[in-house]
Nanobody
């Protein structure tokens, strides 16, 4: 089964930047929608940013608009999440999720069949 492989998490001070990457374990596999979620202990997983392959359709949580950018490589495989002006409240485990449908609510966990193992982001004040 195809797996999603994430990388790029780490620790950074407030105001800093990180870039997360998510790549399917099979290079030729392509999903319709890929989304980044994040979760902190005691809270539900929340959608952060999402994109639909081949379309100019990017979604962002209100809390990250203007600071985070989701993008995709030309081959349509690897998805990136560029995070600028990071705040302590951005800390959490970030998960990459992929689905085979482009429609529907982008920030619902049930819309995704494939998940990465998560990468930790810690922002200190």
């Amino acid at each position: 089964q195809v797996r999603l492989v994430e990388s790029g998490g780490g620790s950074v001070q407030a105001g800093g930047s990180l870039r997360l990457s998510c790549t399917p374990s099979e290079a030729t596999y392509r999903f319709e929608r890929m989304t980044w979620f994040r979760q902190v202990p005691g809270k539900e997983r929340e959608g952060v940013a999402s994109l639909v392959w081949r379309l100019v359709d990017k979604k962002y949580a209100d809390s990250v608009k203007g600071r985070f950018t989701i993008s995709q490589d030309n081959a349509g495989n690897t998805v990136y999440l560029r995070m600028n002006s990071l705040k302590p409240e951005d800390s959490g485990m970030y998960y990459c999720a992929a689905g085979t449908r482009s429609g529907g609510a982008w920030n619902l966990e049930t819309a995704y069949s494939f998940w990465g193992q998560g990468t930790q982001v810690t922002v200190s004040s």
